[in-house]
């Protein structure tokens, strides 16, 4: 790389220590480098992202087919490369050096390209060239030397002796041998699982977060409204619901606002509120939407109601308030299990999920209120809301619905059996073998021993209170022999959480190896779960999900941590999941946050998740997502900046004489000059001139180009064409990796600048003790340098 120097100013003061105490520099940085997971590389583009399975064929790069940083058309672009910088080689130069020039212009679509280059982390500077082995780098300089030329602008590798290989070598050196090409090819490790969801070795799935919410009291619902415009709403508990954009802003006026209606209190875990909101199938064209509430009635009768409002003609962003229509209320004996949960199926019927009446043990009755079908507490309802009904009710009963002809049970009943079934999900189905589609997932939350995972099924009992999980709550009901109850798919037991939150089966786009797994999470202990289905089997298996590793979730935009009581799960309108927590499970605290779900091993291919949202007008101001979740990036970064004033301080602190002495006789280093500027051609002057290398080391394996032009007849076609720039100059800041290239280009400018000195002092590249750790010592100290040069311009 080239090193720029830098302006005479206050991180001068670098140089001297640095120089003067290399052991203690390398050990220290080795140490902090290992400590913060630097070193050990993970699957990443250079685009700052997962890797992906390419959907077309690769012409050129092949060995990067299956899985890699390339599709069809990057393929294309480096295959063309290739082919101008060969023009300049006669037919012996294309079966010596044409391998090894193929080999590191596709290491650009390895799936570990940017450790290859450096670019794991935006803010550190992009190689010219991706790090090679050092058996390999001294074959490639020996037999290609003037090929370096053709590959990268970098003065100090093209300068390097032709006949002594060391220095270029160690500047393509990478601090782990296992990750410099080819060894990387043959590491069985790093090989084995690549494009697969991580586990640790307990058998945990690494999975990482981008926060995009933030400040919320107590979330507990986020939907999407099916009309393409790729909008969500959330609801707090207090009874107000938001909008948020694709952009990712929040609009400041609230969609709804019933908090005058909504019965709850700042009581920590009060399950009281505005607890469920739905939108009707064909809302684009009817503007209704549902919503499911707790409130007082006559006589201060604490109730749960289910209403339909609509939407504002005059603003898209709007609820009527005057719109409500109350479809259906329903008295509760107590102030907790309340259910909450709304759906529209895909039979358009609208699915109600109801808790028992609450206190412990559902003491109601004989049998409790679960397991009384003349109750619609403990119940899964199913009504048809485009009608009213007889007996002046605002729905329809469903003529299929299982217990309509049962004399004393209410015909609006779907499933029974339910103690407080906690979040709900439909199953969009595979997508492209629609497998499971319409499947209906339920977390259930347990009494005293178990948490559990139903399937909900046409006129299923789900046992309680007879049973709680596998097994017997109520032992005399339990041994009925007509309970006939549905078992559950999945049930923990209180050593592992207290309180199930029923989540969702991915089906989105952009994280394909997740798609079937059934994730939920517990309110209590904050743990993240997933089920398997076995297709042969039917049995489902439990995996735990692990959450911000500083190795696999060291992306840009991704975070390690979340806030503990998991109250919700969501999708959006394309199929992400998410889910909803918060730190302090208040209905008035603002602390609730909305995370997405990332799969660090794998992403979909460029251009297969793009999708255009249906333009909305919107009247209120936009509120613009401001993030308080630490990135693991900046956590690593701060890392770093802390070791790095322990090691400055005791370095200078054993040896403040002689740095003081060093820094007065330092020498002000040359004026800076443009690390992208592009060289001269080799040649130039000289077009008809092709350069032919020994005939020792012939390559095998050399790609053809299409036609088949080579030799003169290539030397025929390449007049007047220029030479094809290098990496770095050749990267168009547009399109989607756009904002990642040009941080990266200004954190690289910066850091180069910020080295010059160091070079300049030693003549033969920054700290030359550090041997196979320097890249890593530049890329973790340049980063530091230049934040800390930026404060100091501002």
């Known amino acids: 790389m080239l090193r720029r120097s830098i302006p005479r100013g206050s991180w001068s003061w670098w140089t001297p220590w640095l120089l003067t105490s290399p052991r203690i520099f390398c050990l220290s940085l080795i140490v902090l480098l290992g400590q913060g997971g630097l070193l050990q590389g993970h699957p990443q583009c250079l685009d700052y992202r997962p890797p992906f399975q390419p959907l077309q064929h690769l012409e050129f790069c092949s060995d990067y087919e299956s899985f890699g940083c390339c599709d069809q058309r990057k393929d294309h672009r480096i295959a063309a490369r290739y082919w101008d910088i060969m023009e300049y080689f006669d037919l012996k130069g294309h079966e010596l050096c044409g391998g090894y020039i193929k080999d590191i212009l596709c290491q650009e679509c390895s799936p570990y390209a940017a450790h290859l280059y450096d670019a794991e982390n935006p803010r550190t500077p992009l190689r010219n060239l991706p790090g090679l082995c050092s058996d390999y780098c001294s074959a490639f300089h020996s037999n290609c030397h003037s090929a370096i030329a053709l590959l990268t602008n970098d003065r100090r590798l093209q300068e390097s002796p032709r006949k002594d290989g060391t220095r270029f070598c160690h500047l393509l050196n990478l601090p782990d041998k296992d990750y410099c090409f080819p060894n990387i090819l043959r590491r069985d490790h790093l090989n084995r699982n690549l494009g697969v969801v991580a586990e640790d070795p307990r058998g945990c799935l690494q999975l990482c977060l981008a926060e995009v919410a933030n400040g919320l009291r107590n979330p507990v619902s986020m939907v999407h409204a099916g009309d393409g415009t790729h909008r969500f709403f959330v609801a707090e508990q207090v009874g107000v619901v938001w909008v948020y954009l694709p952009d990712g802003s929040r609009l400041e006026q609230p969609f709804l606002d019933l908090k005058s209606l909504v ?29 499911y509430y707790s409130c007082l009635g006559k006589k201060r009768v604490e109730k749960i109601r289910i209403s339909e409002m609509k939407v504002s003609r005059a603003d898209p962003n709007k609820a009527n308030p005057k719109s409500e229509r109350v479809i259906l209320e329903i008295e509760e004996p107590a102030s907790n299990h309340n259910g909450g949960q709304l759906l529209f199926g895909l039979d358009g019927y609208m699915y109600i999920f ?68 906690w979040r709900c999900a439909v199953d969009r189905g595979d997508p492209v073998t629609r497998q ?201 970064k701060e890392q770093s ?144 340098m230049g934040t800390k040069a930026e404060e100091q311009e501002q």
Not at 372 to 383: H, P
Request: hydrophobic share 30%; proline share 8%; glycine share 12%.
């Open 263 to 291: 019965l709850t209190t700042p009581w920590i875990g009060d399950e009281r509120g505005f607890l469920g909101l739905a939108f009707h199938p064909r809302f684009r064209r009817n503007r209704k939407f549902y919503i």
């Open 354 to 421: 109801t808790g028992d009446g609450g206190q412990a043990g559902d003491p109601f009755g004989k049998f409790g209120n679960a397991q009384n079908k003349s109750s619609l507490l403990g119940k899964v309802l199913r009504i048809d809301v485009n009608g009213a009904g007889s007996g002046g009710k605002r729905y329809r009963v469903p003529v299929d619905n299982p217990f309509v002809s049962e004399p004393g049970a209410h015909p609006a009943i779907y499933a029974y059996g339910v103690r407080n079934m």
């Open 436 to 636: 499971g589609r319409g499947r209906m997932f339920c977390g259930d939350v347990g009494q005293n021993r178990f948490e559990e995972v139903d399937i909900i099924v046409k006129g299923g009992n789900y046992g309680w209170r007879a049973k709680e999980g596998f097994e017997c709550y109520d032992k005399k009901l339990c041994k009925n022999a007509s309970l006939d109850d549905i078992l559950p798919i999945y049930a923990y037991g209180h050593g592992v959480g207290k309180s199930v939150t029923g989540g969702y089966v991915y089906r989105g786009c952009e994280s394909p190896n997740l798609n079937g797994l059934y994730i939920f999470g517990d309110f209590m202990s904050g743990r993240l779960m997933a089920l398997q289905e076995d297709r042969k089997t039917k049995k489902w298996r439990k995996q735990d999900i692990c959450l911000g590793n500083t190795e696999s979730c060291a992306f840009p935009g991704l975070i390690s941590a979340h806030s503990k009581f998991i109250i919700s799960f969501a999708e959006d309108e394309a199929g992400e999941l998410y889910f909803l927590a918060t730190s302090y499970p208040s209905a008035y605290a603002p602390h609730g946050s909305i995370y997405k779900f990332v799969d660090p091993s794998r992403r979909a291919p460029p251009g297969k998740c793009k999708y255009k949202p249906v333009p909305v007008k919107t009247k209120s101001k936009r509120v613009q997502f401001r993030p308080l979740a630490k990135m693991v990036l900046d956590l690593l």
């Open 641 to 784: 900046e802390k070791a790095a004033r322990k090691l400055s301080s005791a370095t200078l602190a054993s040896s403040p004489n002689r740095a003081s002495s060093q820094k007065d006789s330092f020498r002000k280093p040359a004026s800076p000059t443009s690390s992208r500027k592009t060289s001269p051609r080799p040649g130039a002057k000289k077009r008809a001139r092709v350069w032919s290398p020994g005939s020792q080391g012939k390559r095998k394996g050399i790609p053809k180009r299409p036609g088949g032009r080579t030799g003169q007849a290539a030397r025929q076609r390449r007049a007047g064409r220029s030479l094809p720039p290098p990496l770095g100059s050749r990267w168009p800041l547009s399109g989607p990796e756009a904002p990642h290239r040009v941080e990266a280009a200004a954190a690289a400018e910066r850091d180069l600048r910020l080295w010059e000195p160091v070079v300049n002092q030693t003549g033969h590249g920054p700290c030359t003790c550090m041997g196979q750790w320097e890249t890593a010592i530049i890329q973790i100290v340049g980063g530091i």
